[in-house]
């Protein structure tokens, strides 16, 4: 994909210059690559290298010198969003390339933001001020002093719509106050960032402080408003990322039955149920609250609960079991594992009284989901589910003096004896490591779809989310780490949401503008293609369940001749936008007379791609040139009537795509996690690569969800499977774990 052309020229400041315009300033220095006369001394070499904090994790600058001028100067990002915090590396990679061969003395930290990547582009310009200061033998001894001030800043945060309004107080050049005002967020995860990082970046007066795991759109929110402040009144912002101390000490925890590593819904049941069976129960979670991704989901698939039942079927069935199971199997193309789809059918209406019943929960009627057959086996949550989560997990700590659980704990390895099991090694946020031994540890982590590394090399790409990002594949990896084996681990991801690649957050476009680029992405009326270059699908199928079949990224391809149409005309079946309430419209057949403009920012936002031929526009998305083309020649006899399409999309809604110029519209699904994992039995017990079991290791919800399924074919969708399955593998696993201690 083409990178952002939206990159404000590195500032040129004073005499010391880092910026485009010095790169041809007429300094005499010799040619870089030049062919050195033979009495030359090679010039000696030096290497520099600094970090600091971007929105995915660490963002590194280095800088090498030969004698007084850069010999090169790059800076890396691996963790930042590809898109976005990657794109924006890659600009500024441009950028710093043109400055080799010049003085190391000139070069400042004095850079502009790239648009949309705030966090990446402060983190570069913090580590280039280090490695910059480093080769020049300078000590900065203080911060630039800042003026008293209390004023309200915005920030992006994880809404489309309403930015973060922050008020911040700067006194005697420290920051004396932050209070979170106006907002979008989801309160329960904003009110982590409220409760935790504000008052660690006051205490530490610097926004080096981590960002809280499931939270971190809303804690970069916060630390860019601070930033503004900082930058607004005097200051310099790359200059308050002092590096925080952390702890080094080990504390070690004993004495517990059941070890429950993860506190989403899965690991929320886990804990409940074991300790209302008996056992003494540690929970963590690398969160900052109790539910994870669970809180973000509509609600589970329950097949006859009787509460249910009494008060919606007069105490008769919804569906037959048995039906189910069947129409289940055969959709799976006997891949799936028949004992356990056939125990979580049989349970999932158990759990769902379990939790009505017995810890408060509130469900809405039964109601049948997408899928063909429309079987009423789903309901959606009603109340605050961080709220419900919350409350039956402290209820099952109260069960047993010794029940606890700790937030902001990260496992990290699986402690063995003897090649058994017998605890859990974790890292707190403030760097003290715990060891927690028990007779048992239920993984419970919720997938791996925050990982890039594993989702590449398991899925083939790096994936946009609607989930939280925390779930990192821990529990999968510990496990395997032991010879554990795993089950459809390469299955697609549960996908229902698809819009424009990036989300744009600011105000430079309007929602009815926003909302025509997301109509660029769902109208039937484009040429889809996946990252292969080839169409993958019909356009006028469902490209919100199906997206997942072209990658992690999709392009809507237009010819120019279907702009002007659009903008003229208007779309003929525009489809509204699907990401967290954006808003907008897009009326049918009504011209779009601001295309252009909005086109424009979507190339800003590298969104939008255009060129003048096929083969160009193939080069610039990173495309087979030869699979780009050969699908727009098919899918242009096909629009001209002179073959069936190939997907068997209507001729009324194709256009061809004869003639340039060209644009490619980039799309993505927002997947809700990962469906493979860890392969386990009926008792939820990890197995081995050799089929036998690990006596006091469990895996539940999407840690083992690939037992359910197929790699042959996506996540199903009679409604709230996953769900469903995360809740109740849970509930049997803690009583199993329970038992099993029980039992010695």
């Not at 061969?101 to 913090?126: Q, R, W, Y």
């Not at 529990?475 to 395997?480: I, L």
Request: aromatic content about 8%; glycine content about 10%; charged content about 20%.
């Amino acid at each position: 994909m083409k990178q952002m052309k939206r990159f404000a020229a590195l500032a040129l400041t004073g005499a010391m210059a880092l910026s485009l315009a010095a790169c041809g300033s007429g300094d005499e220095k010799p040619t870089p690559g030049a062919t050195p006369t033979p009495s030359a001394t090679p010039a000696q070499t030096a290497s520099y290298t600094a970090s600091a904090k971007g929105y995915g994790g660490d963002v590194t600058v280095k800088l090498t010198v030969a004698g007084t001028t850069v010999d090169a100067l790059t800076a890396e990002g691996p963790n930042e969003t590809e898109n976005i915090g990657g794109a924006a590396i890659v600009t500024f990679n441009e950028a710093f390339a043109a400055l080799s061969g010049k003085e190391v003395s000139s070069l400042t930290a004095d850079l502009d933001a790239v648009s949309g990547a705030t966090m990446t582009s402060t983190a570069v310009k913090s580590a280039l001020r280090d490695v910059v200061n480093q080769a020049n033998g300078i000590e900065e001894s203080g911060r630039a002093p800042v003026s008293d001030s209390t004023a309200t800043y915005q920030a992006s945060g994880n809404s489309v719509t309403t930015p973060v309004s922050v008020e911040v107080a700067l006194k005697d050049n420290a920051i004396s106050s932050i209070t979170v005002g106006e907002n979008g967020e989801t309160a329960s995860i904003l009110q982590t960032v409220i409760d935790n990082l504000i008052p660690r970046i006051l205490e530490s007066q610097s926004l080096a402080v981590d960002s809280i795991a499931g939270a971190t759109v809303s804690s970069g929110a916060v630390k860019n408003a601070v930033a503004q402040a900082i930058d607004a009144n005097g200051g310099d912002s790359a200059q308050w990322y002092t590096p925080v101390e952390k702890k080094t000490d080990t504390v070690t925890l004993e004495g517990y039955d059941v070890i429950v590593v993860g506190l989403g819904g899965s690991g929320m049941t886990s804990y409940v149920s074991a300790a209302e069976n008996g056992a003494a129960v540690f929970g963590l979670d690398t969160a900052a609250k109790i539910g994870g991704t669970s809180t973000n989901v509509s609600g589970p698939m329950a097949i006859n609960p009787q509460s249910k039942m009494d008060a919606q079927n007069g105490g008769e069935k919804f569906v037959e079991e048995e039906d189910l199971i069947a129409d289940w199997l055969e959709y799976c193309k006997g891949d799936a594992k028949e004992d356990i789809v056939r125990e979580f059918v049989n349970e999932s209406g158990e759990t769902m009284d379990w939790l009505i019943n017995d810890y408060g929960f509130a469900f809405a009627e039964i109601k049948a989901f997408f899928h063909p057959k429309m079987w009423p086996v789903w309901a959606v949550y009603e109340g605050d589910k961080t709220t419900m989560f919350t409350s039956a997990v402290d209820k099952a700590k109260a069960m047993n003096e010794k029940n606890d659980y700790m937030l902001e704990l990260t496992a990290t390895d699986l402690i063995t004896d003897g090649g058994k099991v017998v605890g859990v090694k974790a890292v707190y946020h403030d760097g003290t490591t715990y060891e927690i031994y028990g007779d048992s540890v239920i993984l419970a982590t919720g997938g791996f779809l925050g990982n890039a590394e594993m989702t590449e090399e398991y899925l083939g790409g790096t994936f946009s989310a609607e989930a939280m990002l925390q779930n990192k594949g821990a529990g999968v990896q510990m496990a395997m780490a032991l010879g554990a084996g795993t089950y459809n681990i390469d299955m697609p991801g549960m996908v229902h949401i698809a819009q424009t690649k990036t989300i744009i957050k600011s105000d430079e476009l309007t929602a009815d503008q926003k909302a025509v680029l997301s109509a660029l992405v769902l109208t039937p009326e484009s040429m889809i293609v996946g990252t292969d270059g080839s169409r993958f699908m019909s356009e006028a199928g469902n490209i919100a369940f199906d997206n997942w079949k072209g990658g992690d990224t999709y392009y809507a391809i237009y010819s120019q001749a279907q702009m002007d149409s659009f903008r003229e005309n208007g779309m003929l079946s525009p489809a509204a936008p699907m990401f967290l309430n954006q808003g907008g419209t897009v009326e049918a057949n009504t011209p779009i007379a601001d295309l252009d403009a909005i086109l424009a920012v979507g190339e800003q936002y590298n969104i939008v791609t255009k060129a003048d031929t096929l083969e160009e526009l193939a080069s610039k998305l990173g495309v087979d040139v030869t699979n780009l083309t050969t699908a727009a020649a098919e899918y242009t006899s096909a629009a001209n009537g002179e073959v069936e399409d190939s997907f068997g999309k209507d001729a009324s809604l194709m256009s061809s795509l004869a003639e340039g110029s060209y644009y490619a519209v980039a799309g993505a699904g927002y997947y809700y996690g990962t469906c493979g994992g860890l392969d386990i039995n009926a008792d939820m017990q990890v197995l081995k690569t050799d089929g036998t079991a690990f006596e006091n290791l469990y895996a539940v919800g999407q840690d083992s969800m690939g037992v359910l399924f197929s790699n042959q074919v996506p996540y199903v969708t009679y409604g709230g499977a996953a769900q469903g399955w995360v809740i109740t593998s849970g509930r049997l696993a803690g009583a199993n774990a329970a038992a099993a201690f029980a039992g010695e």
